[in-house]
């Protein structure tokens, strides 16, 4: 299609050439140029041709004139281009200090300026010099004034400054002319100045923006939720919270289990079961798993039974089987708790595990096995080596999983191993 493009673009110069030689060609024109005595006679168009040599040659000329000057000013923007590139490596790198001097000397030329000194300020940042890192972000607000009002957010937050990075973003936010950076320094100064309200409203233009990616996103989404969640200061302020969430921050594993673990704390049990149960039947999620064991209070009964017909689908999960445990340790059934613990100890050791079985034990009045399971759980913390407890080395824990039926996304049954 461009080929005959260019053929009927031809086509048309062509013609329109031929009607104007023409035409010229009738009367070429006639042009007299009297000067101090010099007489000059020609045609318009040998005159036109004469007025493009000249200024060609005019322009040859003054090009040829400004070319030492113009080998300085190419020389200075290579080199400028060469310290910024080494100065983004040094960065990346973690050389702060090389970073920071290439990136100086960059900045001095005009068009390298923004970026460069945006660069330094943050090498600056990186070392530690938040001071020097404020200077050099004044000079860069003039070359790019949005840009270094988010970086100087991020310097006041990282030197323990939230409230003021918080103050300083705060006018373009109720703006709505926060870029996405903005709107994340705004989100984390918040929850570090304990602003969870604010925190909560850079959620949305994040969302939007897409710039943090789903899994960027999704995390501080559930850091802000959690902190949302935790400073309710009552049971009334927590439901009207819940309540005003988008239905898709109420499904956030992290969300749910907060909210739980914090009504079950005011008392109000049944609500945070309710949203466990509700939530565990949607999609199944060994962290809710486990809060649905930790919560206290409810009808123990009615939850050993959930949880042991979750058990039927999922007998494999060592999360489920601790929770079990715990609910057994609560209803005093020694003897049940001691087999999911121990269960739950094969497939996945824990601290959380060896602490509930130690609790199972002393329950049954063996404080010498209660301790060994409570040493073993501060060793697991500490990371060194746990002790098997009389029972395990015994072999009376059934260490093998037992086989379900797995299959992968598209339904064809998968061997285990």
């Known amino acids: 299609m461009s080929l005959w493009r260019w053929i009927l673009l031809l086509a048309i110069v062509a013609a329109l050439a031929a009607f104007g030689w023409h035409w010229v060609a009738v009367d070429p024109g006639y042009v007299l140029v009297r000067l101090r005595g010099w007489r000059v006679e020609t045609t318009v168009v040998a005159a036109l041709l004469i007025l493009l040599v000249a200024w060609a040659v005019l322009v040859v000329v003054w090009r040829l004139l400004r070319w030492p000057f113009g080998a300085l000013s190419r020389r200075h923007r290579r080199l400028s281009r060469k310290r910024l590139a080494e100065g983004l490596i040094a960065l990346m790198e973690g050389r ?33 010099e938040h001071g020097r890192a404020l200077e050099i972000l004044a000079e860069a607000s003039q070359a790019a004034p949005q840009a270094a009002r988010v970086l100087r957010a991020r310097v006041l937050r990282r030197d323990g400054k939230a409230a003021e990075a918080l103050a300083l973003l705060v006018p373009d936010a109720d703006k709505g002319a926060l870029p996405p950076g903005g709107w994340r320094e705004l989100a984390l100064s918040a929850l570090v100045a304990g602003d969870t309200r604010r925190a909560l409203a850079a959620l949305e233009p994040l969302q939007k923006s897409g710039a943090l990616g789903t899994r960027g996103y999704t995390a501080l989404e559930a850091r802000v939720l959690v902190a949302a969640i935790d400073t309710a200061p009552d049971g ?78 999922h007998p494999n999960d060592a999360a489920l089987l601790l929770a079990t445990g715990r609910i057994c340790v609560r209803a005093k059934l020694w003897g049940k708790a001691r087999q999911y613990l121990e269960r739950a100890l094969a497939l996945a050791p824990s601290a959380s595990a060896w602490e509930a079985l130690g609790d199972a034990w002393q329950g049954q009045g063996d404080a010498t096995q209660a301790q060994r399971c409570y040493r073993n759980a501060l060793a697991m913390t500490r990371g060194e080596t746990v002790r098997q407890s009389a029972s395990q080395t015994a072999g009376v824990i059934d260490t093998s999983a037992i086989a379900v039926e797995e299959r992968d996304e598209h339904g064809v049954p998968r061997l285990r191993g």
């Open 236 to 313: 009334a302020a927590l439901n009207t919270l819940w309540s005003q969430l988008p239905k898709t921050q109420r499904r956030a594993p992290a969300a749910i289990d907060a909210y739980a673990r914090r009504a079950a704390g005011f008392g109000l049990v049944l609500p945070a079961m309710d949203e466990l149960e509700s939530a565990l039947r949607r999609e199944w999620s060994p962290e809710l798993v486990e809060a649905y064991g930790v919560l206290a209070g409810g009808d123990l009964d009615a939850r050993l039974r959930r949880a042991e017909g979750w058990l039927d689908a």
């Open 96 to 128: 702060h200090g090389d970073a920071e001097r290439d990136l100086n000397r960059a900045s001095r030329l005009d068009a390298l300026r923004g970026v460069a000194l945006l660069a330094s300020a943050e090498a600056a940042s990186r070392r530690g």
